[in-house]
């Protein structure tokens, strides 16, 4: 099994800045992609960004411009950087990554708050 530990969120001013991180541990043969989701109070789980085995990147249209998605070099760690910072993206943020174990598997983090308020 993959454990998923995120950390990095926090309250901030719009306008603001904030660096979420995320790491994997456990028994991991290779990574198929990692990525960020975030689910607002009364809303649906949505994809922020994810990067993929290969270092492709997609993001929501709604952050395009303003959040960029890295990893470390072991690709085991993914970092979520969020710059100008909107009221909107309050959320809990969800780390999600597809793992070889060597089975394929699917694990989600437990969550870290997000809170963009004057």
């Known amino acids: 099994q993959v454990q998923l530990v995120e950390s990095g969120g926090g309250l901030v001013q719009p306008g603001g800045s904030l660096r979420l991180s995320c790491a994997a541990s456990?028994?991991?043969?290779?990574?198929?992609?990692m990525g960020w989701f975030r689910q607002a109070p009364g809303k649906q789980r949505e994809l922020v960004a994810r990067i993929i085995n290969g270092g492709t990147t997609n993001y929501a249209d709604s952050v395009k411009g303003r959040f960029t998605i890295s990893r470390d070099n072991a690709k085991t760690t993914v970092y979520l950087q969020m710059n100008s910072l909107k009221p909107e993206d309050t959320a809990v943020y969800f780390c999600?990554?597809?793992?070889?174990?060597?089975?394929?598997?699917?694990?989600w983090g437990r969550g870290t708050q997000v809170t963009v308020s004057s």
């Open positions: 999600n990554g597809n793992f070889l174990t060597p089975h394929p598997r699917e694990s």
């Open positions: 456990g028994i991991i043969y290779s990574v198929s992609a």
